[in-house]
C-alpha cells in the first residue's frame, strides 16, 4: 500500500490516554514517559491526550473537600466560586490566595521532575493560517505562571458575576493544558537525553496542544457537548497531519475540550466527564480514517493508562482472587463503567480496540496485566463481580398493565430524589431496588451542613434536594442516610431515614398503588457477555441465600443482578468472593495462559 507522504521511518502510530491520577504522580510520569520515549528509535510515532491534575492534594489545598478525599483540577475550577467564597479577605487576597493554590500544586510537580527552565513550544492568539496558530518558545515556568493568572483573573470574574456555560467551558478545560505543557517539557527532556546517542530519531520535540488545533468539532451543548462526527472528520485528518505526521512532531494534547461554531465564530466546548477517554478515542479514530485517505499502511494502537492491572475481576480490596480481565466486549466495559460510551462509540463503528495497562508496568505484555477492549468475541462468559450496595427493596402490588403506568411511579420516586437501581418482576407486581451510594451528594450535602447549619427539617432537605437537582444531582438513600448519621453524630439534627421510605409508600398509596412495604436488602451484580450457561449458573448459586425479587434475578444482556437479605458485612463479603471464585475465576485462569498478540 502506499505511504502518502508519512515519512518511512514511522513505522507504528501509538495513541496513549494519561488520566488525572498519572498526570499527579512524578515518579509514575518518569516511568512511562521513559518508555514512551524508548519507543522512539524504533519508529514509534507517539500521540498523547491527557487529563487535569488529581491526587488528594488538590482536594486538601483546596479546603472544601473532606479530608483524603481525590479530586481533579477540573473539580477545582468547577467549585472555584465556593473556595474565593470560603477564602477569608478582600478580592484581591482571594485572588492571591487562589493563585498561590494552583502555583504551589503545579511547581510541586515541576521541581520533583526537574523541567522548571525548560523551553518548550506553546500556541499563541495569533494566526498564521486559517487554522493554525503561531507558537512561541517559552520556559515551562513562565507558561505555567502565566496561564495560572489567567485562570485565577477568570475564577474571580466568576465569583463577582455570573458566567455563561460558553465562559464556564472556557474556564473547567484549562486545567487539563496546564498538565499538558507539564508533561509535554518532561517527554522533550527524555528526547534530547536519548538523542545525544542517537542523532537520527524519526521525530522532533513535541508540543502541547489546545482542541482548536486538532480539530475536535462539537454541538453548542456547553459543559456536556458530543462530538459531530461529520465535521470532526472534515477538518481535524488534514489538519493533524499537516501540522503533526508531517512535521514528524509529536503532539500532546489537552483532553476533555472540543471546538463549537457559532457563524464565523469558534467557541471552546467541554465533553463532559471522561473527556479525555472520548477525545483519545476520536483520535484513534481520526487517524483511523486518516490512514485511508492517506494510505499509510502501519499499525495504530490506543492504551489508556491506569494504575491497575488493566479491568479487574472484583475489587481487590474485596474480592481476595481478583485478577486481570483479558478481553472484555464493548458493552461489557461500558456496563463496567471502565469506558464511557460515548468514548466507545467511534471505536465500535471501525472495530478498533483498546489495551488498558497500568502505566508502572513497562513488562505488562509478559506478566499479561493487561485488558483489550474490543468487538464481541461470541464467546458468553461473567468478566466480574461489583461490590455489594446497601439498598432497599420496594415492593409495589396492583400496578396496571398499560404503556406508562410504571413511568408514572418511577417519576414519583424519581421527584423524592431516589435513585432505582434495577426493576424486578413483571410490570404487574414490579418491585424497585433504591440505591444509596452517592458519596459527591453526600460531600454537597455536607458542605451544606457545615455553611449554613442545621435548621427546619423539612425545609432543610427540601432546599438541599432543589440544589442538588440545579447541580444536576439526586439525593439517594445512601446520602440522606448517611447526613442523618453526620447529624445524629453531632447532635444538629434528628432525621428518621426510614421515614422517607414511608413518605414515598404513602404518595403511591394516594395515587392508586399498593406498595408492599420495604426491606433492607444488598444489591449485587456481575458483569459480562451474559448467555443462558452463565443465567443457570448464577441462578443456582445465589438461591441458595433466598433472595429477595420475585424471580431471584434480573438479566441483561450485559449484567445479572439480585437482592439478598441484608446481613453482616463479613457474609456478603463471603458471598461476593464466593460468585467470584465459582463462576468467574476458572474461566480467567484458563483464558490468562492464552496469548494475544499487539
Excluded at 471522561?274 to 477525545?279: A, F, L, P, Y
Excluded at 415492593?395 to 398499560?402: F, Q
Excluded at 448464577?538 to 433472595?547: H, S, T, V
Excluded at 438479566?555 to 443482578?561: E, F, K, P
Amino acid at each position: 500500500m502506499m505511504r502518502g507522504k508519512l515519512s518511512d521511518k514511522i513505522k507504528q502510530i501509538d495513541v496513549y490516554k494519561i488520566g488525572g491520577f498519572l498526570s499527579g504522580d512524578p515518579e509514575g510520569l518518569v516511568k512511562i514517559i521513559h518508555e514512551i520515549v524508548g519507543t522512539v528509535p524504533a519508529g514509534h510515532f507517539p500521540v498523547i491526550y491527557v487529563s487535569a491534575i488529581k491526587n488528594e492534594e488538590v482536594a486538601e489545598m483546596a479546603g472544601i473537600y473532606n479530608p483524603g478525599s481525590v479530586k481533579s483540577l477540573t473539580d477545582l475550577l468547577v467549585d472555584s466560586d465556593k473556595i474565593i467564597d470560603s477564602i477569608s479577605g478582600s478580592t484581591k487576597l482571594k485572588s492571591e490566595r487562589f493563585k498561590g493554590i494552583l502555583t504551589q500544586l503545579h511547581h510541586r510537580i515541576m521541581d520533583e521532575l526537574g523541567i522548571k527552565e525548560d523551553i518548550i513550544l506553546i500556541p499563541t492568539d495569533e494566526k498564521v493560517s486559517a487554522s493554525e496558530y503561531q507558537t512561541k518558545r517559552i520556559s515551562l515556568e513562565e507558561a505555567i505562571s502565566s496561564k495560572v493568572s489567567r485562570i485565577t483573573t477568570s475564577v474571580v470574574r466568576r465569583y463577582e458575576a455570573t458566567f455563561t456555560p460558553q465562559q464556564l467551558d472556557s474556564l473547567y478545560g484549562e486545567g487539563d493544558f496546564l498538565a499538558t505543557m507539564i508533561i509535554s517539557a518532561l517527554y522533550n527532556k527524555k528526547l534530547r537525553e536519548l538523542r545525544t546517542g542517537q542523532k537520527d530519531l524519526p521525530i522532533n520535540l513535541s508540543r502541547p496542544v489546545t482542541a482548536r488545533e486538532v480539530g475536535f468539532v462539537s454541538d453548542n451543548s456547553y459543559l456536556d457537548a458530543n462530538i459531530i462526527e461529520e465535521a470532526t472528520l472534515k477538518f481535524m485528518p488534514g489538519a493533524f497531519y499537516r501540522k503533526f505526521l508531517k512535521r514528524g512532531v509529536t503532539p500532546f494534547i489537552a483532553g476533555f475540550r472540543a471546538i463549537t461554531f457559532d457563524g464565523n465564530k469558534k467557541y471552546e466546548t467541554t465533553i463532559g466527564r471522561n473527556g479525555t477517554d472520548t477525545s483519545s478515542t476520536w483520535g484513534m479514530a481520526m487517524l483511523y480514517e486518516l490512514s485511508k485517505k492517506y494510505g499509510f499502511d502501519v499499525p495504530l494502537t490506543l492504551t489508556f493508562l491506569k494504575d491497575t492491572d488493566g479491568c479487574l475481576s472484583g475489587d481487590p480490596k474485596y474480592i481476595g482472587n481478583a485478577m486481570t480481565v483479558r478481553y472484555m466486549s464493548y458493552r461489557s466495559a461500558d456496563e463496567a463503567g471502565n469506558i464511557h460510551n460515548k468514548a466507545l462509540a467511534p471505536l465500535v463503528s471501525r472495530d478498533l480496540r483498546i489495551i488498558v495497562r497500568d502505566y508502572g508496568d513497562p513488562e505488562y505484555k509478559e506478566r499479561g496485566t493487561f485488558t483489550e477492549i474490543g468487538p464481541p468475541r461470541g464467546e458468553n462468559k461473567i468478566d466480574m463481580v461489583n461490590n455489594p450496595k446497601k439498598a432497599y427493596l420496594l415492593g409495589i402490588e396492583r400496578v396496571e398493565d398499560s404503556p406508562g403506568k410504571l413511568g408514572v411511579i418511577t417519576s414519583l420516586i424519581g421527584e423524592f430524589g431516589v435513585n432505582i437501581i434495577d426493576v424486578y418482576g413483571a410490570p404487574r407486581d414490579p418491585s424497585f431496588t433504591l440505591e444509596e451510594i452517592a458519596q459527591k451528594q453526600l460531600d454537597m450535602l455536607r458542605g451544606e451542613i457545615t455553611k449554613n447549619g442545621a435548621q427546619d427539617k423539612t425545609k432543610y432537605f427540601s432546599s438541599i434536594q432543589k440544589k442538588l437537582a440545579q447541580e444536576g444531582f439526586n439525593i439517594s438513600l445512601w446520602a440522606v442516610q448517611q447526613v442523618h448519621n453526620y447529624l445524629t453524630e453531632n447532635s444538629k439534627l434528628d432525621f428518621n431515614f426510614e421515614n422517607y421510605l414511608g413518605c414515598i409508600c404513602d404518595e403511591l398509596q394516594l395515587i392508586g398503588y399498593k406498595p408492599a412495604g420495604y426491606k433492607k436488602a444488598y444489591y449485587i451484580s456481575v458483569i459480562g457477555d451474559i448467555g443462558d450457561k452463565q443465567e443457570r449458573e448464577f441462578f443456582k448459586l445465589i438461591g441458595q441465600y433466598d433472595p429477595l425479587a420475585k424471580g431471584g434475578v434480573i438479566t441483561h444482556a450485559n449484567r445479572l443482578s439480585t437482592v439478598l437479605p441484608r446481613t453482616d458485612e463479613p457474609t456478603i463479603k463471603r458471598i461476593a468472593n464466593e460468585i467470584h471464585d465459582k463462576l468467574i475465576l476458572p474461566y480467567h485462569q484458563k483464558s490468562n495462559q492464552l496469548s494475544f498478540q499487539f
